[in-house]
């Protein structure tokens, strides 16, 4: 089953305005994890965040994470037509085996209007 | 550039043909990943593996065959595919196996369209 959905589907904002996805999950976990996809492209790690861990900044993001709300975060500032782009949540599992597995929401697909 | 890349980028197939895809990591990482990216829903993960080793195999259909011959290298061999089976096909790669919670690196991805 899926488990992290990111909140909202869709999200258009003007150039230096700040941006703000939500991402959800239903079991525990050890750490959530931020990527981000350009159209047709491979998937690149923005941030991790462990479960002992309330916020995390790096640049210009900034996460969030309330495990008792099992929810996330992530705040873009002064945004940047770059900046458009999806963006996943992801949340390990174990899957057995000492396995671990990342599971991936749909996405907050992200546009930056210049 | 993440380390990781994937060819064909782009590949066109009809259901009876056979065609495989690769992927290679310059990283020096322990563990490999396939996943299919379908439009509108999440990320699937496919197959995984740890030192060469096939540990997971999320219920995938055997006309999607993986071969690692190697840590660097990962193949998904593709064979009587179906129309439903186009998507966007991703590999990653993570450090020190899928046994850690750790952050993933992924190649560019092959967008296949089977006829």
């Known amino acids: 089953s899926q488990q992290g959905e990111e909140d909202p589907q869709a999200l258009s904002i003007q150039e230096g305005e700040n941006a703000t996805m939500n991402c959800s999950y239903k079991t525990s976990i050890n750490n959530l994890q931020w990527y981000r996809q350009n159209s047709g492209r491979g998937l690149v790690h923005l941030i991790l965040?462990?479960?002992?861990?309330r916020e995390k900044h790096s640049g210009r993001l900034r996460v969030t994470l309330d495990t008792s709300k099992k929810s996330s975060s992530l705040l873009i500032t002064a945004s940047r037509a770059a900046d458009t782009a999806s963006y996943f949540c992801a949340t390990d599992a174990d899957s057995g085996a000492g396995s671990y597995q990342l599971t991936f929401g749909k996405g907050t697909k992200l546009s930056v209007i210049p | 550039e993440t380390g990781v890349t994937q060819t064909p980028r782009h590949l066109v197939m009809g259901m009876t043909n056979k065609k495989s895809l690769k992927c290679e990591q310059h990283l020096g990482h322990n563990a490999m990943y396939w996943y299919k990216q379908s439009a509108k829903k999440p990320l699937e993960l496919m197959f995984v593996?740890?030192?060469?080793?096939?540990?997971e195999n999320n219920s995938v259909p055997s006309r999607f065959s993986p071969e690692c011959p190697n840590s660097s290298h990962l193949f998904l061999h593709l064979h009587t595919l179906q129309p439903e089976d186009s998507a966007l096909y991703l590999c990653?790669?993570?450090?020190?196996?899928?046994?850690?919670?750790?952050?993933?690196?992924f190649g560019p991805g092959t967008r296949l369209l089977v006829l």
């Open positions: 990653a790669s993570s450090p020190l196996g899928s046994g850690t919670q750790e952050t993933q690196y």
């Open positions: 965040i462990r479960s002992n861990e």
């Open positions: 593996y740890n030192f060469k080793e096939q540990t």
